[in-house]
């Protein structure tokens, strides 16, 4: 006992700083344990290459440090890194030192670490995917393959081989027979590629140079060892990109794969809710795309709760309850639970639900779906009910506050009863880049802009009031999830060039990289 108010008393426990690897650029491509690592951080200090998408992942409390370099722009010096992470780990901090490929590969991660030894911090090291292996993968290029290359040499491109006391052996590697990966080596493509001809490498080797490999803005140039610094330099090619020299490149053409997907470099706007608008940002990334995300929505609660908990203290008293969006089911029971106590009160009416979605988000709660609306309209679940079951029947429709009548007017009409509550309000977002994403689009930057419901396209012309809006998405690709959201956007004088044949989130997204595959092709 005395021993435990004793170490009460003691300095607080130090902390942990974890070195880790974000991956090359493709936020999927961190390992489980950094995720978790990020997670849970107290302090996150990261860098310029280390994804912006993981930096998300950060609990809301956590510090961000940004102290990223960029060429010869430091915002920190290497040892002013340092000493933060020593500062912040006396402290008593769980600290993130997050950096872009792996922590140990040109990362300066062993410096940190030995700084961390020496004041007596502890550490621990989560390596990452490194760009020197990703980005080629990426572009279609297996750094080692037994056809043609039995080893792979990782090197800076960043010291000038011109040099005198250059820690590079050119002549060495010249005669290296495996696929030299150099990173950090843009600026001084002709010095690497004339030093390895020099010492005999082949002017003919094949090359690539591959920038933010993993990302949807990757780029790839191919030439060979002799050709490609007047190629860049055509090109205007920029870092950060690695050069990969060595035959294995030659397998690019049949190995591709990246570059090739539907939505391959095309940046596409989101503009449903934030808390809805992951499950689509990852369907486009699937498709090799990138979402913009500019949430047109914020969901506030119902002005008034009366009708809705009154609708629950007597739930048992509907035949049915229909569902009609995966945020009414969630907020309905969200609710319900702050009023009853007891799931099995949900005991009394069928359930219906419009659309595949909504009805699986029903039965994650562990409740079955008597009616399933599969044409994702309202009008679907009409033509489901004979007349004779929905006279004097009562129906509860826990709903957005404003939505489409068509669902309340027709089972009234049937001769059903109908209660339709407020379960949520929409809004517009209180912040939102509104300025980002004007010049975005009158950039041309963005390749298509989508709709997953009638009031995003209401809030998006909203949020760009002022502007002329045919002159700004001129040029930009207008994708809507189903016929009432394309009616909408017609309705704001807009053209719909892609519309889902399943009006849902992943059927816009595969129509629009079928869009634009036929438009490739
Ligand atoms: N630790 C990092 C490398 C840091 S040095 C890693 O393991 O990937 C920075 C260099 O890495 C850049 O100059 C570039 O050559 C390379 N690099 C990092 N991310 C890259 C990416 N997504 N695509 C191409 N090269 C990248």
């Known amino acids: 006992m005395a021993q435990t108010s004793k170490s009460k008393n003691e300095a607080p426990e130090s902390g942990i700083v974890y070195l880790v690897g974000a991956g090359p650029g493709d936020p999927g491509l961190i390992t489980v344990k950094g995720l978790e690592k990020i997670r849970s951080a107290d302090v996150i200090v990261y860098d310029y290459l280390a994804g912006s998408a993981l930096i998300r992942e950060a609990r809301p409390d956590a510090e961000l440090i940004y102290v990223g370099k960029k060429g010869k722009n430091h915002t920190l010096e290497q040892v002013d890194i340092n000493e933060l992470l020593v500062r912040k780990a006396t402290e008593g901090k769980k600290i993130v030192r997050l950096k872009g490929g792996d922590p140990y590969v040109f990362g300066r991660g062993g410096e940190e670490a030995e700084q961390l030894a020496a004041a007596g911090i502890p550490f621990e090291v989560v390596p990452g995917v490194t760009s020197a292996v990703a980005a080629p993968a990426y572009?279609?290029?297996?750094?080692?393959?037994?056809?043609?290359?039995?080893?792979?040499?990782?090197?800076t491109g960043h010291e000038d081989p011109t040099k005198e006391e250059s820690a590079i052996d050119w002549e060495v590697l010249a005669k290296n027979p495996g696929t030299l990966v150099f990173l950090m080596g843009v600026k001084n493509l002709q010095n690497i590629s004339e030093s390895l001809i020099k010492f005999g490498k082949s002017p003919s080797t094949p090359v690539a140079l591959v920038r933010w490999g993993t990302l949807p803005v990757q780029a790839s140039l191919v030439s060979t060892l002799s050709q490609i610094h007047e190629e860049a330099l055509r090109r205007g090619f920029q870092a950060p990109a690695v050069l990969v020299v060595g035959t294995a490149v030659s397998l690019r053409d049949t190995l591709g794969w990246f570059e090739k997907k539907p939505l391959f470099g095309k940046r596409i706007l989101v503009t449903r809710g934030r808390e809805q608008s992951k499950k689509m940002a990852d369907a486009i990334r699937d498709q090799g795309g990138e979402a913009v995300l500019f949430p047109t929505i914020s969901f506030l609660p119902p002005a008034d709760y009366a009708p809705l908990d009154e609708a629950i203290c007597n739930i048992a008293a509907y035949d049915w309850v229909?569902?009609?969006?995966?945020?009414?089911?969630?907020?309905?029971?969200?609710?319900?639970?702050e009023v009853q106590d007891d799931i099995r009160k949900m005991a009394g009416p069928r359930i219906g639900a419009i659309g595949p979605v909504t009805a699986s988000e029903i039965r994650k709660r562990g409740i079955k779906v008597d009616?399933?609306?599969?044409?994702?309209l309202a009008?679907?679940?009409?033509?489901?009910?004979?007349?004779?079951?929905?006279?004097?029947?009562?129906f509860l429709i826990p709903r957005a506050e404003k939505a489409r009548e068509i669902l309340p007017k027709g089972l009234t009409e049937m001769g059903g009863m109908v209660d339709v509550v407020s379960v949520y309000r929409t809004g517009l977002p209180e912040k939102a880049n509104v300025t980002e994403i004007k010049s975005s689009?009158?950039?041309?930057?963005?390749?298509?802009?989508?709709?997953?419901?009638?009031?995003t396209v209401t809030h998006f012309v909203e949020m760009m009031k002022g502007e002329n809006l045919t002159a700004l998405l001129d040029g930009v690709t207008i994708a809507s999830i189903g016929p009432v959201t394309s009616a909408t956007v017609k309705e704001n004088g807009l053209p719909v060039h892609v519309e889902a044949s399943t009006y849902t989130v992943d059927g816009l997204v595969k129509a629009l990289a079928e869009y634009f595959r036929d438009q490739s092709a």
Not at 322 to 337: A, D, K, L, Y
Not at 371 to 376: G, M, N, R, Y
């Open 379 to 394: 009008e679907g679940v009409l033509e489901l009910f004979p007349r004779k079951q929905v006279e004097g029947k009562r």
């Open 371 to 376: 009616l399933l609306a599969k044409d994702f």
């Open 322 to 337: 229909i569902f009609t969006s995966v945020n009414g089911v969630e907020r309905f029971f969200q609710r319900f639970f």
């Open 441 to 455: 689009l009158s950039d041309k930057k963005l390749a298509a802009v989508t709709f997953t419901s009638s009031s």
């Open 139 to 155: 572009a279609g290029i297996p750094v080692t393959h037994r056809d043609h290359a039995s080893m792979v040499t990782f090197i």
